[in-house]
């Protein structure tokens, strides 16, 4: 996917795409566990002579054995995705119409202060500040912005909560004539004065990370949509500590991104929600939900649920891969961003042929997110490292002295990206608490904010990932 060939999907989408998902009749149960094989691309990290950086070895199996995956399904599992997803006509005939939004703010959790920051991608000016839970004691860190630019924060102790991106959709609901709602940093509101929060959540776990929109309808040629729906994956049973869950499955929920009510709810036992649990999510072209906990050592688990009839299906990770950032590619691969020592900086997965691809030769353990042109971004402590979707050779890398914890790309191909600061023993941020506005064509930061207050993002806080496996073709 070539930069105009993005220009043009971001103006114009036909007046045929509607993404309309549903969630299936209770009816439908779900999976159980079982394994089976799945294979895997076992990289023999040849030089590649131009530049010296090692690259993968491309196949559909594994021959040594080291590395290998399984999967769980069951009798409501569907074999394949099939054409259940959206279809696009992508012919954009004379006239055609705009795919959703063109989302205009960077949504960024400041975890230790409870709340997130709504930062204007144009100016770079914080706009509002919100608290993202009753008792301010939410510890946020990952948000899903939808189709229409709302904006679904999940808070690691508990809780899921929408602000609305246009002032005009606030409510007047506190009792004082007109919308009062926060204007900046150094304004944040009270919880019961704030007017442009939809709605909370008050999930009973005391670990939940994982948030994600589904598409829903779009309707042509405006920013309307309906029918959005929001996921979300908590522990299912707590721990002894904020942010942390005891032993036992996960639950995902399925949220009506319009009320605020659980449509549907699904515990999986065979996911661990001990400890951190389910650590990230996105969604597929479907609205399918991928997720993954946080790895490190030994073999992790990739769960899938269908939003259909919430059967699931889990995969064994790679153990050269220990999942961190996930996402989701405009051709339905997963990809996984690897916080693992064995120097893989990345994994993608196709569901339909079950396979792992391995991308060696850098160490992330941070977020990911495709841009243009079919390069996949990855982030990592010593800068962010493109790598090409379908050959999975290293590309162009963005140095930094920060450790870039989350990135996402806005719709005019801009990279953004959240740094992370370790502290000092006054608790004070060593480095530079910025979001960064990155030009990856010359591989230079055009403009800066350094107003965050412990910033810890890294999921899709631009909407941009939503809009890859929404409006573009799987070319």
Not at 312 to 333: A, F, L, Q
Not at 342 to 365: C, K, Q
Not at 454 to 465: C, I, K, Q
Request: charged fraction near 20%; hydrophobic fraction near 35%.
């Amino acid at each position: 996917m070539s930069s105009s060939d993005r220009a043009t999907l971001l103006v114009f989408c036909s007046a045929a795409v509607s993404a309309t998902l549903a969630c299936g009749d209770d009816s439908q149960g779900s999976a159980s566990a079982s394994d089976s094989a799945t294979a895997v691309t076992n990289p023999t990290n040849p030089t590649n002579p131009t530049n010296g950086a090692t690259e993968p070895t491309t196949g559909v199996s594994a021959t040594d054995g080291s590395a290998s995956a399984s999967d769980a399904t069951g009798p409501d599992v569907p074999t394949t995705t099939g054409g259940n997803g959206p279809k696009l006509d992508l012919g954009v005939p004379d006239g055609g119409l705009a795919c959703g939004c063109e989302f205009n703010y960077v949504w960024v959790a400041n975890s230790v202060e409870g709340t997130v920051s709504k930062i204007n991608m144009t100016t770079l000016a914080e706009e509002a500040r919100y608290i993202t839970r009753p008792d301010g004691m939410g510890n946020p860190s990952r948000t899903s912005v939808s189709l229409k630019g709302d904006v679904a924060v999940a808070n690691r102790h508990g809780g899921l909560v929408k602000f609305y991106a246009d002032k005009a959709d606030c409510k007047d609901t506190n009792g004082v004539p007109g919308i009062q709602t926060s204007t900046g940093k150094d304004d944040v509101l009270a919880w019961d004065m704030e007017e442009c929060r939809a709605w909370y959540i008050d999930f009973p776990t005391s670990n939940q990370r994982p948030v994600a929109w589904t598409q829903g309808s779009v309707l042509p040629g405006s920013c309307n949509t309906t029918g959005e729906k929001v996921w979300t994956v908590m522990s299912e049973k707590p721990g002894l500590f904020p942010g942390m869950g005891a032993a036992g499955g996960v639950i995902v929920s399925l949220v009506d991104g319009e009320t605020g009510k659980i449509d549907k709810q699904i515990t999986i036992p065979t996911f661990s929600g001990e400890g951190y649990g389910a650590y990230g999510a996105a969604v597929n072209t479907h609205g399918d939900l991928f997720f993954t906990p946080l790895g490190f050592l030994g073999q992790s688990k990739m769960a899938r649920v269908y939003i259909d009839n919430f059967a699931y299906k889990i995969w064994k990770v790679p153990t050269e891969v220990g999942p961190y950032g996930i996402t989701v590619d405009h051709k339905n691969r997963v990809w996984l961003s690897s916080n693992a020592v064995s120097m893989i900086g990345a994994g993608r997965f196709d569901p339909e042929t079950e396979t792992w691809d391995l991308v060696p030769g850098f160490y992330s353990g941070a977020g990911l997110a495709e841009g243009l042109d079919d390069l996949m971004w990855v982030a990592s402590g010593n800068g962010i490292t493109a790598v090409n979707i379908e050959t999975l050779a290293l590309g162009p890398v963005f140095k930094t002295p920060y450790y870039m914890k989350g990135i996402g790309f806005d719709a005019k191909g801009f990279l953004w990206a959240v740094n992370y600061s370790d502290v000092d023993d006054g608790n004070n941020p060593i480095d530079p608490e910025v979001v960064m506005k990155i030009d990856v064509d010359t591989l230079t930061v055009v403009d800066s904010y350094d107003g965050l207050n412990r910033p810890y993002t890294y999921s899709d806080f631009t909407g941009n990932a939503l809009f890859n496996v929404t409006c573009l073709p799987p070319l």
